[in-house]
């Protein structure tokens, strides 16, 4: 089993309306990631979250919106996506940045833009 | 020319073979270097990390050649579990305040047949 917990596993979703992705890991991490991938294609990177704070805008589209509530949660609220969006969304953390540490990835989030 | 190149395959081989797959990077400043597996529709797994020094975990053995920018991994003893797709995986660490960006080569799939 993962320890990089996200919810839901599974989202259909219309153009017009907004929903959000949910990340949770209880290793005491402190760096946590947003990784986008489409099919036969390796994960692309989003955000990155260093002690709460964003870090890296790997230059994503508004309609994506990170939040680091706490050390423990991290969301990607969704708006007006576009069917090209659709994709497994990954979430990942690592114990810190800058030691060259694994990142560990939840399950994903299997993302459809009807 | 990509960041991380790696053969795509399959390498189709049977139960018991040893295989190899290479993988080369352009960003001489990569800090720290990963080979992971994911299965069909799953989450990137770390497999390994890896160093210059060479490493081995059990049947698998790894090793980075950083002045050819340079990684490979060795699988001894084929199993049908091992069949996956497998991810060479470059860090490069943008500087304090940022975060690690992880950057994927496209993967190897490796198909072990009875």
């Known amino acids: 089993d993962t320890e990089v917990t996200q919810t839901p596993k599974h989202l259909v979703m219309g153009m017009t309306n907004k929903k959000s992705l949910k990340c949770e890991q209880h290793m005491g991490h402190r760096a946590m990631y947003w990784y986008k991938q489409k099919a036969k294609k390796p994960p692309e990177l989003m955000f990155v979250?260093?002690?709460?704070?964003?870090?890296i805008n790997e230059s994503v589209p508004s309609r994506f919106s990170p939040e680091c509530p706490n050390s423990s949660l991290l969301n990607l609220h969704l708006h007006a996506l576009q069917p090209e969006d659709s994709a497994l969304y990954l979430c990942?953390?690592?114990?810190?940045?800058?030691?060259?540490?694994?990142?560990?990835f939840g399950d994903g989030t299997r993302l459809s833009i009807l | 020319r990509k960041e991380v190149e790696q053969d795509p395959g399959p390498f189709n081989v049977p139960e018991g073979a040893t295989v190899a797959f290479n993988c080369t990077y352009s960003?001489?400043?990569?800090?720290?270097f990963f080979w992971y597996r994911q299965d069909c529709r799953k989450e990137p797994k770390l497999l390994m990390s890896?160093?210059?020094?060479?490493n081995e975990d059990g049947r698998f053995t790894a090793q980075l050649n950083r002045a050819s920018q340079y990684i490979s991994l060795l699988i001894r003893d084929s199993k049908l579990s091992d069949s996956a797709t497998y991810l060479c995986?470059?860090?490069?660490?943008?500087?304090w305040g940022s975060g690690d960006k992880l950057t994927f080569g496209t993967g190897t799939r490796l198909a072990v047949r009875p």
């Open positions: 890896v160093y210059s020094s060479g």
């Open positions: 995986v470059v860090n490069v660490f943008p500087g």
């Open positions: 979250y260093s002690y709460e704070k964003l870090s």
């Open positions: 960003n001489s400043a990569s800090q720290s």
């Open positions: 990942a953390s690592s114990q810190e940045t800058g030691k060259g540490q694994p990142q560990h």
